[in-house]
């Protein structure tokens, strides 16, 4: 085997027991590495203690890319947030001990902002009016989510920011953070050109802040295997921002908050699927059979994004792949009837040693993969596992078994009545 070819001694999937996991667990399985996740927030602390910054800049990775809380409780333990959208969510990771929050809830009704006030977690609220409640109701704090892009999103856009000044001036109060959300997939260059303008907004309309919200967004390279390259430039980014915020005179006092899902999670998962047949060609092309759905990978879809594969023989060893030679360009389909049912956008470089025994992995599946699977077509869900960092495998979302899809369904029907 040619040693360039061979691509899992790059990450650390490479040295986790497939065998083992696929033989108790079965497929599809997600897979988790917990040291995976710890090097990825050593990373982000590491560079903002290198300029100074540590004990301003704070972390709350999002729970709506990868909602597992046990693939999450490393985080809690080193003293990361979590960032929430449901009161589900809150409850659900309470239970677990996590207790370090931010909100970021989309619009809402007045009931569910004022369950996020009774909680005391700092709420970052998206329209004018949602802010109005706020303050009619005397919220203890007041947080707001600004639209960067005057886009669809939900946000107070640049346009009212006059507005929400004069408002919390009629109620005597004033804002305890904002958070300001500028699309994913930014660059760190594109990340650093909106740094003055966040800052800008700060010294303008909301002086007195204790906080500014970064929010998430940070570039993450999919295509590359090399794991510089695929993070975020925080060391770089870091730099800049502590220079521009001395050079615009923002106080000492004012936190920093960051929201990466992306950059966080997205290593440390993969996906493992079994190769139901030998590769399928036929006058239109060629196709490998798996037994994933297209619904474990809609954000790829939507984004045709090329995520990293690697075939797995029968032993669990790598197949080579140069693409081409010794092989064929196939589609990666999903076990279901629908027409467009593939695992992800494109097609794929497939060795000739892939058959039926085979595997197939697709790297880079932490974040926003599973939290999107949906029953399909009634395809039950993958199972989760989570590797801890003495490497030890751990079950942490059993399969849905065959009847999945229909848990909930009661044996007789109930009449809905008063
Ligand atoms: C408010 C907010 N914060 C953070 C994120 C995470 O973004 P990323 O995965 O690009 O880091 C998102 C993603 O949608 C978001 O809406």
Redesign the pocket.
Known sequence: MNESDCKLTRSWIGSIDLRLIAEQVGTPVFVYSEAQILKNVRRVKDAARAVGLEERVELYV?FF?NSNPHVLRPLRDAGVGI?LQLPSEHRLLKRFGFDKFIV?PGHVADEEIAFWDRTGCPTFLSSLDEIAYSLRTKAPSISVRIDSLDSGKPGIKYGELDKLTALLAEHGRELDCF?V?CG??NSRDAMIDIIEKQFEIFNTHFPTARAINF????GFVYESWDESEKHFDWAEYFRALREIADRMGIPGHVKFLF?????VLADTGALLLSVERDVITNSVGSLVVTDGSRMLMPSAQLRDRRHNVVFLDADMAEIPATPGTDGTSAALRGRSILRHDYILPGEYWVPSAVDARSHLLILDVG?YCATQHMEFLNIPPAAEVLVDTAGTAHLVTARGDDLDKWRHLLEEKREVKS
């Open positions: 999002p890319p960032l970021s958070e959300y994913s997939g929010a998430g967004g940070h929201e990466p899902a992306r950059d974040a």
